[in-house]
């Protein structure tokens, strides 16, 4: 069954650094979105992307973020300068479609932990 | 902020049904109901969504109210597997965000 992927499982970095992370979505799909959980909190919208541009972003997703499509199978999120704060899960999903009900249904990765020290 | 009303946690005993219940009374009529779940600190996984028809998949049944002011979901027979945070989410039909706007869920706990 496909699914999407992600890299890595885990990524500590030192503030202010820059950090990557990589997905590659289900091969068909067309949308694509990047969630983040804090521990113990809830799993929160950054940002989604169609045709090579950002369709919707949250408050969260400030000028330090970033997300490209570089080939046609990865989906990045880049996050520039990290912060403490910017310690969390983050999940990129894909969908299909965009239209609820019509096979839209969003396939999450496993996540990347991100650990900023 | 979710548009819906879950308990806090449940329980029930492994190879009973657990049913789940949220409440979504300002849900208008192009809004469907979609179900999630999250295995400790696993992405999201999608379990079923309905409109205004009961459904039934593989995983679940999704039992909808006539006035669609509240939804069950029912796991028929459940396993320690099955223990997770569960997602009740309205989607708007047609609208052209598609953030999944996650609550705090219910936390299954299916007991041995």
């Known amino acids: 069954e496909p699914e999407v992927t992600q890299t890595p499982s885990h990524q500590v970095t030192q503030m202010g650094q820059e950090v990557i992370l990589r997905c590659v979505p289900i091969s068909n799909h067309l949308y694509f979105y990047w969630y983040r959980q804090i521990l113990g909190q809830k799993v929160e919208f950054l940002v989604s992307f169609y045709n090579n541009e950002i369709s919707e972003k949250s408050e969260i997703f400030d000028d330090q973020f970033s997300v490209e499509r570089p080939d046609g199978s990865n989906f990045t999120l880049k996050i520039r300068s990290t912060k403490l704060e910017d310690s969390a899960m983050y999940f990129c999903?894909?969908?299909?479609?965009?239209?609820?009900?019509?096979?839209?249904?969003?396939?999450f990765g496993p996540g990347t932990r991100l650990t900023v020290l | 902020d979710a548009k819906t009303t879950q308990p806090t946690s449940m329980d029930c005993a492994e190879g009973r049904a657990a049913n789940l219940p949220c409440n979504h009374s300002?849900?208008?009529?192009?809004?469907?109901v979609y179900w999630y779940r999250q295995i400790h600190s696993q992405g999201p996984q999608y379990i079923i969504h309905g409109l205004k028809n009961n459904e039934t998949n593989e995983m679940a049944s999704l039992i909808i109210t006539e006035d669609r002011k509240s939804s069950t979901l029912i796991l028929p027979h459940a396993t320690l597997r099955d223990t997770a945070v569960y997602y009740c989410?309205?989607?708007?039909?047609?609208?052209?965000?598609?953030?999944?706007?996650f609550g705090s869920g219910t936390r299954l706990l299916v007991r041995p």
């Open positions: 999903a894909s969908s299909e479609s965009r239209l609820a009900g019509v096979d839209n249904e969003q396939f």
């Open positions: 300002t849900i208008s009529g192009n809004e469907y």
């Open positions: 989410i309205v989607r708007v039909r047609m609208d052209s965000s598609y953030k999944l706007i």
